[in-house]
């Protein structure tokens, strides 16, 4: 099997003249993203590691004064969905059109003077394969809004409002990581970000040059981040850092986690708490590893920090499935040079770090021992650090 990179999309400014009647002021995109490391450390502080990919969500739109917000994805069956701006409140319903509307209401909110738009959306971003197709929706959203009524915000401050969307407006509780990386990354780097401050460094990853390939697995298992298992735990970590007296479980060192998984086991902390905690700490502890790799140009040797990032998400916070594992294993066993499942887990995507050359035999395997258990042949595609949300016309 030959392994592309680059998604097509449909034309989102053509889809905006036929349904609004006339040309669109401006169109933007922003991308999915892929995590390379730091799983489920966002909301804990903590460091995170993603990079775009050149799959997009696009938007096609101009600007109304009369209050109304319409909107229309071609992604989705039903015609454009018309809402009233000051009618628009958390929790509401309105399925896919919550994310874009809720980064109108979110801007609206922290007191910009966002009058109504049109607006006109289409992605390559697979939704619910843990690629951040929400993240990509909300940000292009975003930017395309801060154009357009000349805002002056910048790349982060949008980031930030769109996860206020997707937490407080749609009602998923995610952490920053998504929708940084969407706003933030850069052409041929990986994201070194600092969720406590938002500080965004940009670490070069060239994988061509180096004659390595990133291959993502898109199992085809839809996650439900909403089904509870995310916010459980979640809360497992919050739950841990309250009982360490820790304002949050990035300040808990790697060399005092020992001395704070016996305290937490003499307080009565529950089984989960404590491996979620051993699951943070050391995922932040590899994140930095990995990144101390890349700076010193040797992305072969972060392979072995994948595959023990993989096992500390099955095996201690629990948040992997049979698809993701079996995707990993098999990529392991044909010769990668690491993989773990990526995103927020209980389906979606894994990445598999493997030498260009061996790249077409992992995703043949990989497709291989799907067929052999009976799953449905996973989606395989390799990722190319791509450039983070900007405008397009
Ligand atoms: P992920 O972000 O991992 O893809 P989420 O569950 O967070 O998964 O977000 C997926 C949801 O985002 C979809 O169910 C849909 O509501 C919305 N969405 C994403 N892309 C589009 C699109 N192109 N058109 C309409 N809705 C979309
Ligand atoms: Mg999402």
Known sequence: MTVTTEPHGTEPAAAFTELYGTAPEG???????????????????GFVLPLALPHTARAAASRRTDGRLRLHSSDVPGGVVSLRVD???????????AYPAGVLWALREAGHPVTGADIALTST????????????????????????????????????????????????????????????????????????????????????????????VDTRVKHALGDGAYAQRRAACEEGARLLSLPALRD???????????TLARSGAGESVIRCVRHVVGENRRVEQVVALLDAGDVRS????????H????????????????????????????????GGGFGGSAIVLVEEAAAD????????????????APGIFAAVPSAGARRLG
């Open 252 to 262: 808990l060192p790697h060399d005092g986690l020992d001395t704070a998984l016996t």
């Open 361 to 376: 035999a992992v995703a043949t395997a990989v497709t291989e021992e799907f067929a052999a258990a009976g799953h449905a």
């Open 87 to 97: 009618e628009l409140a958390p929790h509401s319903g309105h399925g896919w059109a």
């Open 27 to 45: 169109v933007w995109a922003a991308p999915g993203r892929v995590n390379l490391i730091g799983e489920y450390t966002d909301f804990n502080d």
């Open 302 to 309: 972060a392979g072995p920090l994948l595959d023990e990032g």
């Open 125 to 216: 971003v697979p939704t619910g394969a843990g690629l951040s197709s929400s993240a990509a929706l909300e940000v292009v959203t975003a930017l395309a809004l801060n154009d357009l009524f000349e805002l002056g915000l910048s790349a982060a401050e949008l980031a930030v409002l769109a996860q206020r969307a997707e937490n407080d407006f749609v009602g998923v509780p995610c952490g920053i990581m998504d929708q940084m990386a969407s706003a933030c990354c850069t052409d041929g780097h990986a994201l070194h970000l600092d969720t406590r401050d938002l500080t965004p460094r940009q670490v070069p990853f060239d994988l061509a040059a180096r004659g390595l390939t990133l291959l993502v």
């Open 311 to 342: 096992r500390s998400l099955r095996d201690d916070l629990r948040v992997s499935c049979p698809e993701l594992d079996l995707a990993v294993a098999t990529a392991q066993k044909a010769g990668a040079l690491g993989a773990r499942m990526t």
